[in-house]
């Protein structure tokens, strides 16, 4: 099934998504000897909670939430390592405190309250599958950091 959210367009594949960490994508050690990890995951700090405490305890829109945290964090992560590449200051310690949560906010679509539960969790599944999002786009990220010689 395609379905059309926002400006995404997403080929949907009915399956209930599980709560998998992208933890081993950040515990990379770096040159430095840091990592982007921290000890917990983004979806059981407070300032998580906080950012996303409209979505009450609906599990789908928490993971929805999650997703796209790590798919921000994706992009920190590769701005920092390109400032290590091009020799500026850079930081490659635990993310927590540093999220924009507003900018994470603004790039979860609108619609996404009035789909069903079946069409959220496989929207949710779907993007679980891409890329560009979330724990995807944090391993695309490693993978640039890498190329740019910040891991050993």
Same mark, same amino acid.
């Given at each position: /099934?395609?379905?059309?959210? &926002?400006?995404?367009?997403?080929?949907?594949?009915?399956?209930?998504?599980? /709560? %998998?960490? $992208?933890? &081993?994508?950040?515990?990379?050690?770096?040159?430095? &000897?840091?990592?982007?990890?921290?000890?917990?995951?983004?979806?059981?700090?407070? *300032?998580?909670? @906080?950012?996303?405490?409209?979505?009450?305890?609906?599990?789908? /829109?928490?993971?929805?939430?999650?997703?796209?945290?790590?798919?921000? @964090? $994706?992009?920190? /992560?590769?701005? =920092?390592? #390109?400032?290590?590449?091009?020799?500026? !200051?850079?930081?490659?310690?635990?993310? =927590? +405190?540093?999220?924009?949560?507003?900018?994470?906010?603004?790039?979860? !679509?609108?619609?996404? $309250?009035?789909?069903?539960?079946?069409?959220? &969790? %496989?929207?949710? +599944?779907?993007?679980?599958?891409? *890329?560009?999002? +979330?724990?995807?786009? #944090?391993? =695309? %990220?490693? *993978?640039?950091? *890498?190329?740019? +010689? $910040?891991?050993?």
């Amino acid at each position: /099934m395609i379905k059309k959210l &926002g400006g995404l367009v997403l080929v949907v594949a009915f399956a209930l998504p599980t /709560m %998998a960490t $992208a933890q &081993g994508v950040l515990t990379r050690q770096l040159n430095d &000897g840091s990592t982007f990890s921290c000890s917990t995951p983004n979806i059981q700090t407070e *300032e998580f909670k @906080e950012a996303f405490s409209d979505f009450g305890d609906n599990f789908l /829109m928490m993971t929805l939430a999650d997703i796209f945290t790590r798919t921000w @964090e $994706a992009k920190y /992560m590769r701005e =920092q390592c #390109q400032r290590f590449a091009d020799g500026e !200051p850079h930081d490659f310690s635990c993310i =927590q +405190g540093r999220h924009d949560w507003d900018a994470i906010k603004d790039e979860i !679509p609108n619609d996404v $309250a009035a789909l069903s539960r079946a069409d959220l &969790g %496989a929207l949710v +599944g779907a993007l679980r599958q891409d *890329e560009e999002h +979330g724990a995807g786009a #944090q391993r =695309q %990220a490693v *993978e640039f950091c *890498e190329s740019v +010689g $910040a891991f050993n």
